[in-house]
């Protein structure tokens, strides 16, 4: 793409982000084998390793859709399906549809949804945001929440999410973020580095998985840096939502 920075591969600008030097760069490729792992402990430790602030960040979204009903969805690394059905009770969706490539975590969301007998509004099927199983132009909305930092390279996944995106459709990505707030952000790391991925170990049996998580969340750009690479990625609009003293964060774009 012309003007393509060196952000689009998912690195930070220098001097930027100090805490991240921290941390080696983790390896995303077949990550989705350690999401099958913990895929029977995934919802009970987000729940509790978010202080149940995770629930709250999916509702939040569903406050930034367009101000249409009828809307055909896309939710990408949909996981255990909480937020593809977070944003299907907003009432605004016609027909939704998830993908995500660890089979273990899709068999849970199939049966949350089977549950709430909305199987013939919602759908769920393998597959990757680098390579969406979908034609152009095919959704209103795509959501993603907490799997961008995991593709192996961003710019193409934003780039496949344009490409299915409707004219006037738009994207919202949920990803953590490290709050500005010095006090705060000490507080958050030293959680995150410390405290998470010992809690995440003793729940799952999975000590990798957590200290992925750690290393994946202090290395990812966030803020302005992915706001900049949405908009290299063509995406209108780019703005951000802060969640939670910014321990998170709301990306939004549209298709133009």
Known sequence: MPGQSHLMKGEHTSGERPDQSRQKTPSRVEVWR???????????????????RDKAWRRKMTTLLPKRCELVLLDLATGTADQLLAIYNSGQVAIGV?????????AIGKEKI????????????????????????????ITMSF????????????SEIRRVLKPEGRALI????????????????FYFRHILPRLG?????????YRYLNQTVETFPYGED???????AGFADARR???????????QGDKR
């Open 34 to 52: 350690m999401f099958d792992r913990i895929a029977h402990r995934y919802d009970l430790l987000n729940h509790l390793l978010s202080f149940n």
């Open 147 to 158: 799997g961008i930092r995991n593709v192996t390279d961003v710019s193409r996944a934003l």
């Open 201 to 209: 170990e003793l729940i799952s049996g999975d000590a990798t998985a």
């Open 114 to 141: 089977e549950q709430r007998g909305l199987g013939d509004k919602l759908s769920l099927q393998t597959g990757s945001a680098e390579q969406i199983p979908f034609a152009d132009d095919s959704f209103d909305v």
């Open 174 to 189: 949920l990803e953590f973020s490290l709050p500005k707030n010095g006090l705060v952000r000490r507080a958050f790391l």
């Open 226 to 232: 992915f706001s900049a690479l949405m908009t290299q």
């Open 241 to 251: 939502t802060p969640l939670t003293f910014g321990v998170a964060t709301i990306y």
């Open 98 to 106: 998830g993908i995500d490539p660890a089979e273990q975590m899709l």
